[in-house]
């Protein structure tokens, strides 16, 4: 009786991942099946072919919720270095020509993120927001003390291009939304603040780039991404 009551939780938790898998909020699910050892090893396509051509990383955080500045540099340069890496992208446009730009063009800040590529010879824009971001200190919770949340959007600079067309993906909605955290062990790890965003920071970048690379489910999560 215990056997078959341990097969029926498996038939039920195999089914929940099935129909989950194209819907946004099923990522416990996944985790936990990947716990059981369901799916190590599975090759997980890219949700998105980056077209060819220069591509701008820009970060966006209208909010200022990122308390330590340089997190923003760092995750921009650590996703560019995601993406040559794996082939994902062949040029980028250097986070240094980015700032250049950000500070002898007084009109920066009035710009939208498709004119700011154009200006420096972008192709296309990968323009990411900061949704949240917390990066405590230290802090007893065992659970997700840590994290940052983006949404990711990418443009075409083309000027023939009309403003409701600008976006060539995801085509809808806020953005293609992903969270890196770090659970309570990993912040008292990291010795500071500063430390912890700049973990966060190396942490979102890979679950950023592997959006445009195939990637092994596995490596990931073993690397505690």
């Known amino acids: ?12 938790l195999s089914l929940a991942v099935v129909f989950c898998i194209p819907l946004s909020g099923c990522g416990r699910w996944g985790a936990l099946m990947y716990t059981l050892g369901a799916g ?8 998105y072919e980056l077209p060819q051509g220069k591509l701008l990383i820009l970060i966006d955080d209208p909010k200022e919720r990122v308390t330590w500045p ?17 082939d994902a992208v062949k040029a980028i446009i250097s986070p240094r020509s980015l700032a250049k730009f950000r500070q002898t063009d007084p009109e920066f800040e009035r710009y939208a993120a498709d004119q700011i590529g154009r200006k420096l010879g972008a192709k296309t824009v990968m323009w990411i927001e900061v949704r949240d971001f917390v990066a405590p200190v230290e802090i007893e919770d065992v659970s997700s003390a840590a994290k940052i949340t983006l949404s990711i959007k ?13 976006r060539l993906w995801p085509r809808l909605g806020p953005g293609e939304i992903i969270e890196s955290s770090l659970n309570a062990i990993g912040v008292n790890k990291r010795k500071g603040k500063n430390a912890v965003a700049k973990e966060l920071a190396r942490r979102a970048s890979v679950l950023v780039g592997r959006l445009f690379y195939e990637h092994t489910w596995g490596d990931l999560e073993d690397d505690e991404v």
Do not use: D, F, H
């Open 154 to 166: 990418i443009l075409t600079t083309e000027e023939e291009v009309s403003p409701n067309r600008v």
């Open 40 to 47: 190590r090893g599975r090759k997980i396509p890219s949700q």
């Open 1 to 12: 009786m215990r056997t078959l009551t341990l097969s029926r939780r498996w038939m039920i």
């Open 70 to 86: 340089r997190a923003r540099t760092l995750l921009g340069r650590y996703i560019g270095e995601e993406l040559l890496a794996n």
